[in-house]
């Protein structure tokens, strides 16, 4: 199994444009989680999907940050426009139902100058 | 208050030696408990669950006290590749989803 898969693994965009992250869970994980991490605040929930539907998002900061999942197999995380301050590293995690145990990706590397 | 509250450390100690690690939440209906390893630059995984009875894999102990809603972990004949950050985590409490602490971090020296 290849594992939770997140690309692109770094990022360095200007203020004000439009990011893209993008996550393939495990196969048959039915739970996919979104975290941003950072020295300040530790690793944050910023929203998570069951069966690809949206269950929690109270963790999205505000509106520039959305998330989808058209499929089992795929979603993604937009920031628009980017801020300096949403520099930080953003983990995609799948689980199935059957477990707590959480698969976390490795992770992209976001910087906005 | 935090939902789960971790001394950051560091932790410098030398290998061979004994370690251990606290943490408290905050939810008394919290159900189950986990701690997670994270090494530098990489992504958090599973170390081991906590169970009310304690449990222990290897040199590795983990224990829960309901009560005072506390875990532990302790690491024992500590190795250099214990070097990391260890995370508190904590799940449900009214959300079916995992609450991490900002984890401790743990140096081993020779």
């Known amino acids: 199994d290849a594992g939770v898969i997140q690309s692109p693994r770094h990022e360095v965009t200007e203020m004000g444009q439009e990011v893209t992250l993008r996550c393939k869970p495990i196969?048959?994980?039915?739970?996919l989680f979104w975290y941003r991490q950072t020295m300040m605040r530790g690793l944050e929930l910023l929203i998570y999907?069951?069966?690809?539907?949206?269950?929690?998002d109270s963790g999205m900061p505000e509106d520039r940050f959305s998330a989808k999942m058209p499929n089992a197999s795929f979603s993604t995380l937009k920031i628009q426009p980017s801020e300096p301050r949403d520099s930080a590293v953003y983990f995609c995690?799948?689980?199935?139902?059957?477990?707590?145990?959480?698969?976390f990706g490795p992770g992209t590397r976001l910087t906005v100058t | 208050r935090k939902e789960v509250e971790q001394d950051p450390g560091p932790f410098n100690v030398p290998e061979g030696a004994t370690v251990a690690f606290n943490c408290t939440y905050s939810?008394?209906?919290?159900?189950?408990f986990f701690w997670y390893r994270q090494d530098c630059r990489k992504e958090p995984k599973l170390l081991m669950s906590?169970?009310?009875s304690g449990n222990e894999d290897g040199r590795f102990t983990a224990q829960l006290n309901r009560a005072s809603q506390y875990i532990s972990l302790l690491i024992r004949d500590s190795k250099l590749s214990d070097s990391a950050t260890y995370l508190c985590?904590?799940?449900?409490?009214?959300?079916?989803?995992?609450?991490f602490g900002t984890g401790t971090q743990l140096k081993v020296e020779l």
């Open positions: 999907f069951n069966n690809n539907v949206p269950i929690d």
């Open positions: 985590v904590v799940f449900g409490g009214g959300g079916n989803k995992l609450t």
């Open positions: 196969s048959g994980h039915n739970s």
């Open positions: 906590v169970y009310s």
């Open positions: 995690a799948s689980r199935p139902d059957s477990s707590y145990e959480q698969y």
């Open positions: 939810n008394s209906a919290s159900q189950s």
